[in-house]
């Protein structure tokens, strides 16, 4: 599992069929890929990204509007082969050396927790997708099939998924590469994106 941002020209890819393309030319089939956190309108992450090891946007602890700054927010993250989703409050606090990062928000799932700001009655449907971590350290990507409520995403990670932490990604631009169940999503101007490989 990998993230990218831009090519080797250092330009953003822009979509998941530009990402594909470009690691076929390379020998490289992707087998998934997803959207990987909000962005900027030059589609520069808005919050902390790091990809293969170095640091191309800082973290972001201010407050702000928008789903990213309803706190907690969090980063989804990749140490030593190992996935794992923590509340950006605590990532900071025990900053850990990481090999890939992307920060996005609202965290769905804290701890076993929902989210204290999403309520079950609440109106805002939109389409959404995200990541969780399970127990077992594997991760686990969701993208809605229509809208959804952000309570009702939060506890699809943690009642039906076994996710304890949970991290919303995106939200209508939600965009999904799976050639096995027949999705290749096709939005552009696209930030970051989470690609998956076959081990080599």
């Known amino acids: 599992l990998e993230l990218f941002w831009k090519d080797a020209a250092g330009k953003p890819f822009q979509s ?98 929902l989210h204290p700001k999403f309520q079950a009655d609440g109106t805002s449907r939109k389409t959404r997708d995200g990541v969780g971590v399970r127990k077992d350290g594997v991760a686990v990507f969701a993208i809605s099939n229509g809208t959804v409520t952000f309570h009702a995403f939060a506890r699809l990670f943690r009642d039906a998924l076994g996710c304890d932490n949970a991290l919303f990604l995106d939200g209508t631009i939600s965009s999904l590469f799976a050639p096995a169940i027949g999705r290749k999503d096709d939005y552009w101007n696209l930030g970051p994106m989470i690609g998956v490989f076959r081990k080599s």
Do not use: C, W
């Not at 997803?34 to 170095?54: D, F, T």
């Open 16 to 113: 998941l069929h530009n990402l594909h393309a470009a690691q076929q030319a390379i020998g490289r089939t992707m087998l998934f890929g997803i959207n990987a956190g909000m962005y900027h309108p030059n589609l520069a992450p808005v919050g902390l990204y790091v990809e293969r090891g170095q640091e191309m946007a800082s973290v972001k602890t201010g407050s702000g509007s928008g789903n990213f700054s309803l706190q907690p927010n969090g980063i989804f993250y990749i140490r030593d082969g190992r996935a794992a989703v923590r509340a950006t409050r605590d990532f900071v606090k025990r900053r850990p050396t990481v090999d890939y990062a992307t920060q996005s928000g609202p965290m769905l799932v804290i701890d076993g927790k």
